[in-house]
Nanobody
Framework: QVQLVESGGGLVQAGGSLRLSCAAP????????KGWFRQSPGKERQFVAA????????NYADSVKGRFTISRDNAKNTVDLQMNSLKPEDAAVYYC???????????????????WGHGTQVTVSS
């Protein structure tokens, strides 16, 4: 069972920044698109950002455009999410995910992702 491991969550004041990171120990996903999703209590999991296997294409939810940046380091087998100008509504559990197959285009649909982490909590105080 492939496991993705997120880190970097925590408590931050509104307007602050956090950087999330996701690693995949023991499995190389260099040719797989990756994404970040989030879920807050009582709400469905929602797309945040995605990046192609090469890193040349990114996609963001409208709610985070201009504030969040997704990046990847294929040598380290990681994907990061830099979150700036955080708002209370950004508070959620954040999950990283990897698509089902190599060279699949970036996707904002959770059904396109086959591998998921356990999530990391982000709390934003107002």
């Amino acid at each position: 069972q492939v496991q993705l491991v997120e880190s970097g969550g925590g408590l931050v004041q509104a307007g602050g920044s956090l950087r999330l990171s996701c690693a995949a120990p023991g499995r190389s996903f260099r040719t797989y698109a990756k994404g970040w999703f989030r879920q807050s209590p009582g709400k469905e999991r929602q797309f945040v950002a995605a990046i192609s296997w090469s890193g040349s294409t990114t996609n963001y939810a409208d709610s985070v455009k201009g504030r969040f940046t997704i990046s990847r380091d294929n040598a380290k087998n990681t994907v990061d999410l830099q979150m700036n100008s955080l708002k209370p509504e950004d508070a959620a559990v954040y999950y990283c995910a990897v698509v089902q197959a190599p060279y699949v285009l970036v996707s904002s649909e959770s059904v396109s992702y086959n591998y998921w982490g356990h999530g990391t909590q982000v709390t934003v105080s107002s």
